[in-house]
T-cell receptor
Framework: GENVEQHPSTLSVQEGDSAVIKCTYS??????FPWYKQELGKGPQLIID?????GEKKDQRIAVTLNKTAKHFSLHITETQPEDSAVYFC????????????FGAGTRLFVKA | NAGVTQTPKFQVLKTGQSMTLQCAQD?????MSWYRQDPGMGLRLIHY???????DQGEVPNGYNVSRSTTEDFPLRLLSAAPSQTSVYFC??????????????FGPGTRLTVL
C-alpha cells in the first residue's frame, strides 16, 4: 500500500544552524506534498507545500525540494530559531481514491539556544 | 473566523462506553476529515466527507461512525470504545475535494483515553 517514510525521527540543532528532514513516498501517482508543523498541544499547521510539476519552492527560511524520479522530498530550514522547535510532518497525496493524504511519522526538531 | 473547533479537549472513557467527538468549521468548507495520531505513526485518516450528506471511509474506519448533516459539523462517534482507540483525534477541513485546493486546516485535537 501507499507509504511515506520520514527521517530522522528526532533532530537536534544549534540555533542558527540548518535543519534538513527527508521523506520518501511509494505511490508514483502522488502529486502534492505538504509539510506541517505541529506545536505542543496544537493541531498541525501547513507551512509549505510543493506540487509534482515543481522541483523546488522557497518561503523565507523554509524550502522544499522534490525529486520525482527518486520519489524523495525534503524540508530545509535555514538559520533555525528556538521557535522552530516542533514536530514536523511530511505528507503525500494522490489525486484519486478520495484524494487520500498519507503522512510520515513525524520529526521532532529541537533548536538549542 | 474561529476556524476548526473540536470538543472536548480531553476525554476518559471506560471500555464499552460510547461517545461523540464534535467538530465544527465556520469557513464554509466542503471537505472535512477525521484523523487519529498515534506515537511514531503520523496521522491516519479515519473517515472523510466531500459535502453534506456524503461520507466515506479512510485508512482506519473500524469502530468509528460519522455523519454530515450540515456543511459546518462533522461528528465522530465511537459506538463501543476499546483501549486501542486511545489516541489524539484531529478534525480537518479544506475548501473542497478537488485537486486545485489542497490546504487542510486542522483543529486543536481531542485527547482520548480508553481504560
Amino acid at each position: 500500500g501507499e507509504n511515506v517514510e520520514q527521517h530522522p525521527s528526532t533532530l537536534s540543532v544549534q540555533e542558527g544552524d540548518s535543519a534538513v528532514i527527508k521523506c520518501t513516498y511509494s505511490d508514483s501517482a502522488s502529486n502534492y506534498f505538504p509539510w506541517y508543523k505541529q506545536e505542543l498541544g496544537k493541531g498541525p499547521q501547513l507551512i509549505i507545500d510543493i506540487r509534482s510539476n515543481v522541483g523546488e519552492k522557497k518561503d523565507q527560511r523554509i524550502a522544499v525540494t522534490l525529486n520525482k524520479t527518486a520519489k524523495h522530498f525534503s524540508l530545509h530550514i535555514t538559520e533555525t530559531q528556538p521557535e522552530d522547535s516542533a514536530v514536523y510532518f511530511c505528507a503525500a497525496r494522490r489525486p484519486q481514491g478520495g484524494f487520500k493524504t498519507i503522512f510520515g511519522a513525524g520529526t521532532r526538531l529541537f533548536v538549542k539556544a | 473566523n474561529a476556524g476548526v473547533t473540536q470538543t472536548p479537549k480531553f476525554q476518559v472513557l471506560k471500555t464499552g462506553q460510547s461517545m461523540t467527538l464534535q467538530c465544527a468549521q465556520d469557513m464554509n468548507h466542503e471537505y472535512m476529515s477525521w484523523y487519529r495520531q498515534d506515537p511514531g505513526m503520523g496521522l491516519r485518516l479515519i473517515h472523510y466527507s466531500v459535502g453534506a450528506g456524503i461520507t466515506d471511509q479512510g485508512e482506519v474506519p473500524n469502530g468509528y461512525n460519522v455523519s454530515r448533516s450540515t456543511t459546518e459539523d462533522f461528528p465522530l462517534r465511537l459506538l463501543s470504545a476499546a483501549p486501542s482507540q486511545t489516541s489524539v483525534y484531529f478534525c480537518a477541513s479544506k475548501t473542497d475535494w478537488t485537486a486545485s485546493t489542497d490546504t487542510q486546516y486542522f483543529g486543536p485535537g481531542t485527547r482520548l483515553t480508553v481504560l
